[in-house]
T-cell receptor, first 117, second 113 residues
Framework: AQSVTQLGSHVSVSEGALVLLRCNYS??????LFWYVQYPNQGLQLLLK??????LVKGINGFEAEFKKSETSFHLTKPSAHMSDAAEYFC???????????????FGKGTHLIIQP | NAGVTQTPKFRVLKTGQSMTLLCAQD?????MYWYRQDPGMGLRLIHY???????AKGEVPDGYNVSRLKKQNFLLGLESAAPSQTSVYFC????????????FGQGTRLTVV
């Protein structure tokens, strides 16, 4: 079974600083990878995804992530944090060998991003 | 664009009561899911459905039942609520292509007292 590890349940950065949220997955076969953002009292919204092709993926709100097969990682970055980026971020994977991913996405436990003024 | 709609948004139940959460999607998606979200636990899959009339168990199915009588609707039932089922419940849908993302509803905050 797939598993997803997000290092750091809470990450705090200063406004304008680099944001780095870490995600590692366990799989012998590269899965499909997703980052979601959840603002308070809201549902999850897709930030970006990697399926095939270019390993550096750009998403909404200035975020990007790089798929590194050798490190089984899919870390999320943003060059300059903004106060509006404060939210919960979830990394998720879908196993392409698992019935076409019908059994859903496997989520990490989430990272709460805090932006210091 | 409605996307995925969950009702109700909030509910307080007494232990032993029953209720049904409704999820409706208007994107003609084949797959639908119910997750629960608890602090520090991420999202855990309760049940899912790959099409009308089909359901399957996820990671944490005990105490819940589901039905998918119509393609656009996925119901989650609690027959006898317990305090351990206090959580935020999310419904999601997805089309049947492997590389697609799931779309989420706004969530239902359930408290069992």
């Amino acid at each position: 079974a797939q598993s997803v590890t997000q290092l750091g349940s809470h990450v705090s950065v200063s406004e304008g600083a680099l944001v780095l949220l870490r995600c590692n997955y366990s799989s012998s076969v590269p899965p499909y990878l997703f980052w979601y953002v959840q603002y308070p009292n809201q549902g999850l919204q897709l930030l970006l995804k990697y399926t095939t092709g270019a390993t550096l993926v750009k998403g909404i709100n200035g975020f990007e992530a790089e798929f590194k097969k050798s490190e089984t990682s899919f870390h999320l970055t943003k060059p300059s944090a903004h106060m509006s980026d404060a939210a919960e971020y979830f990394c998720a994977v879908s196993d392409p060998q698992s019935g076409g991913g019908a059994d859903g996405l496997t989520f990490g436990k989430g990272t709460h991003l805090i932006i210091q003024p | 664009n409605a996307g995925v709609t969950q009702t109700p948004k909030f509910r307080v139940l007494k232990t032993g009561q029953s209720m049904t959460l409704l999820c409706a999607q208007d994107m003609n998606h084949e797959y639908m899911y119910w997750y629960r979200q608890d602090p520090g636990m991420g999202l855990r899959l309760i049940h899912y459905s790959v099409g009308e009339g089909t359901t399957a168990k996820g990671e944490v199915p005990d105490g819940y039942n589901v039905s998918r009588l119509k393609k656009q609707n996925f119901l989650l039932g609690l027959e006898s609520a317990a305090p351990s089922q206090t959580s935020v419940y999310f419904c999601a849908s997805r089309n049947s292509f492997m590389n697609t993302e799931a779309f989420f509803g706004q969530g239902t905050r359930l408290t069992v007292v």
